[in-house]
């Protein structure tokens, strides 16, 4: 069974930096595409960013801000956010998939979910 645990969150005031953690077990993780995704109350679930072998593509309201990385030998991928804005506020969520990298920005079909971390940003 594969199971994505995240870490990282909290409360920080705006312009501050959180970094966020994702643990992958039970698949090979390099084959995965992993993603954050966030949702906030009320709103629908948005991308934020997601990474293949050596692409990486981000949500318009995050570039230039978020930056995601992976360490394949520690089964991890991480969201680094500086610059945080009130608007970041949401609950975080990573996610992986098999295949497909052209969809990597949709959440549909994404096979493997963490429970989510929540981020708030105080301004």
């Known amino acids: 069974q594969v199971q994505l645990v995240e870490s990282g969150g909290g409360l920080v005031q705006a312009g501050a930096s959180l970094r966020l953690s994702c643990v992958v077990s039970?698949?090979?993780?390099?084959?995965?595409?992993m993603g954050w995704f966030r949702q906030a109350p009320g709103k629908e679930r948005e991308f934020v960013a997601a990474?293949?072998?050596?692409?990486?593509n981000y949500g318009d309201s995050v570039k230039d801000r978020f930056t995601i990385s992976r360490d394949n030998k520690k089964n991890t991928v991480y969201l680094q956010m500086n610059s945080l804005k009130p608007e970041d506020t949401a609950d975080y969520y990573c996610?992986?998939?098999?295949?497909?990298?052209?969809?990597?920005?949709?959440?549909?079909?994404?096979?493997?979910w963490g429970q989510g971390t929540q981020v708030t940003v105080s301004s």
């Open positions: 990474i293949g072998w050596s692409s990486t």
């Open positions: 039970g698949r090979t993780f390099f084959s995965l595409i």
């Open positions: 996610a992986g998939r098999r295949s497909d990298w052209n969809k990597a920005h949709d959440a549909v079909d994404y096979d493997y």
